[in-house]
């Protein structure tokens, strides 16, 4: 288990993210199936396409949505269930 | 027959059934009995390509290539790299047998992101004895180099009365190998394992020791390797959905490119198959009478017609009912409910007495084109 807040991860490589005209939203794929894909969701995985951690994701997302008080916190969560779900993964020095 | 030709269903999942040939003689096999006599009438690279883009535009985003075994087809290459553009996340659902390390690079530059292998037995005995070819150690191969590569590996181990036991091996084999999934499918009987069923079906005590030792392995292990299990239906007391709803998520082009709503929906006489070289994917999915037929309940006949639980299961597997009763329109006779349930308690039982009777071992008809002709006369 990597560290989200400072080690480097990134979107699984063998995943794809991509927005379904079919489905009017953004979409996860993985080995035999998919889950669609929050707003909120797809404004933190797009932060993940290529090598971050936590801390970048977090402070990328507060330039962008200021406003947001519990956004630290959201997306902290947000990233520990996406690790345990291998949608994102700890990229190899 | 309604046409529900603006439904809002999306076929995310399609099927390609590339080719019926195979090397292996699986006597479960889920293909059709009829074996073709050549592989001429299957749809061309370009029939495919049409396809796969048909169904893209339909919202399709998964895309499984099987068969019979897809690594026959030389354009399944080509395949891979028109479909990872496209936008599908390709599966690979291989024997493994006709692989090579070489294969495997090419298929992860195409764009292949998952590979699944099954294996017919837990060691390399079994496997040969059940697969018709010795290729136990290959597979071991295969997977590992599949893993070397960083290409998420899944396991499928068929099971029935004569493997049943060799759960924990089979765990514990995957595990050593580094798969990521492993799909413990019990054999559904259809096609070459109803023929077989006598001989393959196991009894409720063996599925239950079964299912324990799947449980005991998943928690005395506690890694990453997802573990499914997948019991036979004739031991519920509900049938399972068609296809997560026929007509609803799945699409499956056989090789000669017939559309279906399942693997098996060809065993239904009576219904007319549509076909790709006639129609355009789309046409097909929202107007074939072959796919509103089935979809939603207002087909159903009693005791499903007035059930509470009707959405819940749709009837169960329309295969199924017309197999064991003769009409398509039947409830699937797992359900507790069916007049025709008693059917599932005589295949039990005929299981049963086919194991106990020692002096009289039935051989398992395997899936050649020796049993096939057989069959056919």
Request: hydrophobic residues 40%; glycine residues 6%; contains cysteine.
């Amino acid at each position: 288990m990597f560290d989200i807040s400072s080690d480097q991860f990134q979107l699984n490589p063998n995943y794809r993210l991509q927005y379904e005209d079919a489905q009017e939203c953004h979409v996860l794929l993985y080995p035999e199936g998919l889950v669609k894909l929050s707003e909120t969701a797809v404004a933190i995985l797009t932060r993940c396409t290529s090598p971050t951690n936590g801390i970048d994701v977090i402070a990328g997302l507060q330039r962008t949505y200021p406003d947001a008080e519990s956004l630290p916190a959201d997306v902290m969560e947000f990233l520990i269930d996406a690790q345990s779900q291998s949608w994102i993964v700890a990229v190899e020095d | 027959m309604p046409d529900t030709g603006t439904n809002h269903y999306i076929p995310m999942w399609l099927l390609a059934e590339l080719t019926y040939a195979c090397p292996l003689q699986c006597p479960y096999c889920s293909n059709p009995l009829q074996l073709p006599a050549s592989r001429k009438h299957e749809l061309s690279t370009e029939e495919w390509l049409r396809v796969m883009r048909e169904a893209r535009k339909l919202g399709a985003v998964q895309l499984g290539f099987s068969g019979g075994e897809p690594l026959v087809r030389r354009d399944l290459e080509e395949l891979i790299v028109a479909a990872d553009k496209m936008g599908f996340y390709c599966n690979l659902i291989t024997s493994a047998i006709g692989l090579t390390t070489d294969k495997i690079s090419l298929f992860k530059a195409a764009g292949i992101k998952h590979i699944q292998i099954s294996f017919q037995g837990s060691n390399k005995e079994t496997n040969a004895l059940f697969g018709g070819t010795d290729s136990f150690q290959h597979k071991q191969a295969m997977a590992r180099y599949v893993i070397d590569q960083g290409i998420p590996l899944g396991l499928n181990f068929v099971l029935h009365r004569r493997n049943l036991h060799q759960i924990t091996e089979f765990l514990q084999m995957a595990e050593d190998l580094g798969a990521e999934f492993v799909e413990l499918a019990n054999t559904q009987y259809y096609a070459w394992a109803l023929h077989n069923r006598d001989q393959l079906l196991p009894s409720s005590a063996q599925l239950e020791e079964a299912e324990a030792a799947t449980n005991r392995f998943r928690d005395q292990h506690q890694g990453n390797m997802k573990v499914l299990f997948v019991a036979p239906d004739y031991y519920e007391k509900r049938p399972k959905k068609c296809s997560n709803g026929w007509g609803t998520t799945f699409i499956t082009v056989t090789p000669e490119g017939d559309v279906l709503p399942c693997q098996s929906a060809k065993v239904i006489d009576g219904l007319e198959f549509p076909n790709v070289r006639d129609a355009s994917l789309q046409d097909i999915w929202r107007h074939a009478d072959l796919f509103n037929g089935f979809r939603g309940t207002h087909w159903m006949q009693e005791p499903c017609a007035s059930c509470p639980e009707k959405e819940i299961d749709l009837g169960g597997c329309r295969c199924q009912a017309f197999m064991l009763t003769g009409n398509a329109y039947a409830t699937d006779p797992v359900c507790e409910l069916s007049p025709e349930h008693h059917l599932i308690k005589k295949a039990i039982a005929a299981a049963k007495q086919d194991e106990m009777a020692e002096d009289r071992i039935v051989p398992l008809l395997f899936r050649n084109p020796s049993n096939a002709k057989k069959l056919a006369s």
